[in-house]
């Protein structure tokens, strides 16, 4: 940790809109910490010192060339900071003790014995990491003998040394003697010799890669247990190397990003492609030029080399894999295939020691150096362990990815109040220790990581922290207040995508059942976070890594551990409150206990429950981020008003006060009030908004934990909801049938009915009249098993589909048509079925009819009717009425004598003559025979 600019830092804030602004760089001047004692008690590894370290494996350029400035085009060399004018401030000199010129000397370059010691870096005499070509592209880089020469600040001469050119000469890091038979001079110019030119290699070997990344210790190894060795069984792409898949998609290099801006989504020239995973965070712009699985098995190369590399579409589709019984979201709907959303590594990812075994990182100890002297331990055998069957899965954007568990565990402070353990500025919030303090100390009571003998017990951390506290106030110049040290967890999840196994040890080869199945080993099972035999054993040392989900629910694992939808982290205490270092289920690492997601609805009001304060001595209310939501009721506007609490507060009157006067009663969207008597605070909306809580909010602190999440169960395909993940993964334990999911079994179509009539064995036509609304029915009991996907098709309408098993449709034409039922299945399998449907023009309407019967009178409508003014009736039972109207159609009643004359059985008919007149010129006739049902006479 280092501060590197006088700008830059914090943020500013404004009080009268409740608003936050980031300090934004602007000179980028170089922050000068005024001494060495300084220096040591803030800074554990500054930009000379992470060359030393870190350069171990980074190619050079960049911050280890420049100084950054606002522009690339600004930068001032390393090399040249004594002289130069740098981003306007001047030179840097050995006046100014900046993060730029002065480190702690970890390796002890001076070879004096002290490593805690400051020293000052003079670029002109050790030079500077320029990027290294020749680490990547020459066959037989020594990236052991780079190392060492990075390692004692021989910057400039680690290239000649790695490439092997040629030797360190005198006391500088400049210096080199070139070997005659690799390097000729001609007394004008340096030329390579023949043997090295022929070395170099268009292509980066992949030992080259592996040196940093793969090699035993290195960074992959320790974050993924990935290692580039053994054979096909360890890797199925072994033959075609690391750049088979990380060589730029644009060969011809047309898409060369040059200008080393932020913004720039290209890949510089010498950029190797890369993917896409959480944690990893360098140059996320370029996330994903990689070339995928999909690029070379699905779309032969995209661009590039195919490697002739198999389809895999019909295996998968064999194995159900394609189909889509699973889910994208948690409503129940089948709508996603196992390929969706689970990734390619998830399955392929073994790391089985079929090829020989497979090691890797299971903690990173930064108690204390490791044997090489960096700060931290992941090479001791208790901090590694074996690879095989111990990948896990976890989510990254709605998909299960393989991942490698990598726990640190880490010295911190949790006086929140008055002791600054790290001195950067904060009491509260992480507080760890500076790895070089807790080095220093190491050294002064003579032990070293707690790991480092296999056993962790609380006799030992009581001790260690004894130890820690004796010191600690002289070594960061804190002195007077309370210490509170203790031992922290942060469990991370990085993704895996290296040792693709061969297909038929991939998971699922064997059938379902090799996930499906109580402790099957890939979305539950026991994992192991510890090293290989190493035994965990404390009491109250450990305090959990942080408290995730607005400050709700204490973690021991990297909050981006996130649910499938990416709304919540989930927490895990895998040592808090735990006792050791405990297995996981795996599960653990997908699906919280309890089901939520976050309460998006707006509120005219928010209540608090109860708050608890701290005591103010050791833990404060000072930090607690209070973020609330508006929303405009007339424009759909949402504003954001935030407050970082700046005080001790010891009840609500004096939290709510702390917040400022915006809050209380300036703010134009909601109003913040106390309830001493209650110990509650509320949120209250002004008219015409509403208000909820921001997810980012210590709504946890604030009593409001409700306020920002809320239960959600999730629906399985079958209908069925679970609460939480113990009910969840055992309705996963039980997928293991494929046909119950009705993979193997062909959907069937069968039309029920078209507007309520069966069609019968022969095909008759059905008929319906044009213009009217058509039910058509599919008979979804005949499917089972799965799920389907109904639709209709008809040939008087093209293109036009009508989704869902019942439907409604129109006819618009006379004619015969063919109407077809399309029923699909979760494997994509159809089946259909026809019949056809006579369209008929609807039949005239009636110029008189019968229209029912009211308290024994029936009424008949007369219809179409031209402008007149009187109807003259006869009703055909001896009686006759005149009716002076104007309407067409127009009802009449008429009370009919229901003589047995009339009786046709079930019914009275009547022949009904009506003469029509428009003054008294008769313009028309009507005569109809109508029935009147005796169902309505009785």
Excluded at 204 to 218: E, G, Y
Excluded at 330 to 337: E, I, L, R
Excluded at 611 to 619: K, N, S, V
Excluded at 673 to 698: C, F
Aim: hydrophobic share 35%; net charge negative.
């Amino acid at each position: 940790m280092a501060r590197l600019f006088l700008d830059g830092a914090g943020s500013s804030y404004n009080a009268t809109t409740a608003t936050y602004l980031d300090n934004p760089f602007t000179t980028m001047t170089p922050y000068d910490y005024g001494s060495l004692l300084e220096f040591q008690r803030r800074v554990d590894n500054s930009i000379p010192g992470q060359m030393r370290d870190c350069g171990e494996c980074h190619a050079g350029g960049g911050a280890m060339e420049y100084v950054p400035a606002p522009t690339p085009g600004a930068r001032v060399p390393l090399r040249d900071i004594a002289t130069a004018d740098v981003n306007g401030a001047g030179p840097i000199t050995a006046a100014n003790v900046t993060a730029f010129n002065y480190y702690v000397d970890i390796y002890d370059d001076d070879g004096d014995g002290n490593r805690s010691e400051v020293l000052y870096n003079d670029f002109t005499q050790t030079g500077v990491l320029e990027f290294d070509c020749l680490l990547c592209h020459l066959e037989g880089y020594d990236w052991e003998a780079r190392k060492e020469a990075v390692r004692h600040g021989n910057f400039d001469a680690s290239r000649t040394v790695g490439a092997g050119l040629g030797i360190l000469a005198g006391t500088n890091g400049r210096s080199v003697v070139y070997d005659p038979s690799l390097v000729e001079d001609n007394g004008t110019v340096l030329k390579l010799g023949l043997s090295v030119a022929a070395r170099i290699m268009p292509t980066p070997p992949t030992a080259n890669c592996a040196s940093c990344h793969f090699d035993a210790h290195q960074v992959d190894w320790k974050k993924r247990g990935d290692v580039w060795a053994g054979n096909a069984l360890n890797e199925v792409h072994l033959s075609i190397g690391c750049m088979g898949c990380h060589k730029r998609k644009d060969e011809d290099f047309s898409n060369v990003g040059t200008d080393g801006a932020p913004s720039s989504t290209l890949l510089g020239q010498c950029d190797p492609a890369k993917g896409d995973a959480p944690y990893s965070s360098l140059w996320n712009k370029t996330d994903n030029t990689v070339k995928t699985c999909a690029d070379c098995h699905l779309r032969g190369g995209d661009g590039g080399q195919s490697f002739a590399a198999p389809n895999p579409a019909n295996a998968h589709a064999a194995a159900g894999l394609t189909a889509k019984v699973c889910q994208d979201g948690t409503d129940g709907v089948a709508d996603a295939s196992h390929i969706d959303i689970i990734a390619c590594s998830a399955c392929h990812v073994r790391k089985l020691n079929l090829g020989g075994p497979f090691t890797g990182g299971a903690l990173v100890d930064a108690t204390g150096p490791d044997a090489e002297g960096r700060l931290a331990d992941h090479e001791n055998p208790y901090v590694t362990r074996t690879m095989e069957r111990n990948v896990a899965v976890s989510w990254y954007k709605g998909r299960l990815v393989a991942s490698n568990i990598l726990t640190t565990l880490f010295w911190r402070d949790k006086n929140d109040v008055d002791f600054d353990a790290n001195r950067d500025g904060r009491a509260g919030g992480m507080d760890a220790l500076l790895p070089t303090h807790v080095r220093t100390i190491d050294e002064i009571y003579g032990v070293g990581p707690v790991t480092e003998d296999g056993n962790v017990s609380g006799a030992e951390l009581d001790q260690r922290i004894a130890q820690i506290d004796a010191e600690i106030e002289a070594l960061t110049g804190v002195s007077g207040a309370a210490k509170i040290t203790r031992l922290s967890f942060m469990a991370v999840p990085f993704r895996v995508n290296h040792n693709v196994s061969p297909a038929w040890a991939a998971w699922g080869a064997g059938g379902c059942g090799d996930c499906h199945a109580p402790g099957a080993g890939f979305y539950n099972g026991a994992y192991r976070l510890k090293g290989e035999g190493l035994e965990v054993s404390f009491g109250g040392q450990v305090t959990p890594f942080t408290k995730a989900n607005a400050f709700t629910d204490p973690t021991d694992f990297h909050p981006n551990l996130k649910d499938k939808a990416g709304v919540r982290s989930i927490p895990v205490k895998a040592a808090f409150q735990q006792g050791t270092l405990r297995d996981v289920d795996r599960s653990e690492l997908l699906y919280e206990n309890t089901f939520k997601t976050r309460n998006t609805a707006w509120a005219d009001s928010l209540t608090s429950a109860p708050i608890t304060f701290p005591d103010g001595t050791t833990a404060t209310t000072k930090g607690w981020l209070f973020k609330v939501e508006a929303k405009d009721l007339f424009t759909g506007d949402v504003v954001t008003r935030s407050k970082i609490v700046g005080t001790h507060a010891a009840n609500v009157d004096e939290l709510v006060a702390a917040l400022g006067p915006a809050y209380t009663d300036n703010l134009p969207e909601f109003t913040v009030t106390a309830d001493n008597a209650t110990g509650t605070i509320t949120i209250a909306a002004k008219p015409g908004y509403r208000v909820r809580l921001h997810p980012q909010s210590s709504a946890g602190a604030f009593g409001m934990a409700g306020a920002v999440w809320t239960d959600h169960p999730v629906t399985a395909v079958n209908g069925t909801a679970f609460a939480g993940r113990a009910d969840w993964v055992a309705y996963l334990d039980r997928q293991n049938d494929p046909a119950a999911v009705g993979i193997g079994i062909d959907p069937v179509a069968v039309i029920a009915s078209i507007n309520g009539i069966v069609p019968d064995a022969n095909g008759t036509p059905i008929e319906v009249e044009v213009g009217q609304p058509v039910t058509l029915a599919a008979d979804t009991t005949v499917n089972t098993a799965g799920t389907f996907t109904y639709s209709w098709i008809s040939s008087d309408a093209a293109g036009e589909v009508l989704p869902g098993a019942t439907v409604s449709k129109t006819f618009s034409t006379v004619g015969t048509w063919l109407v077809t039922l399309k029923v699909t299945d979760e494997e994509g399998k159809l089946s259909q079925v026809s019949q056809k449907v006579s369209a008929v023009a609807p039949a005239p309407a009636a110029d008189i009819s019968y229209v029912g019967t009211a308290s024994g009178v029936q009424t008949i409508r007369f219809a179409n009717l031209p402008a007149h003014t009187m109807l003259y009736i006869f009703w055909g039972d001896g009686l006759k009425s005149r009716v002076y109207d104007t309407t067409s159609p127009k009802d009449v009643d008429h009370d009919f004598r229901l003589y047995a004359k009339y009786d046709k059985g079930d019914h009275y008919e009547f022949k009904v003559t009506a003469y029509v007149y428009d003054g008294s010129t008769r313009v028309d006739v009507k005569q109809a025979v109508i029935s009147i049902p005796k169902a309505d006479n009785p």
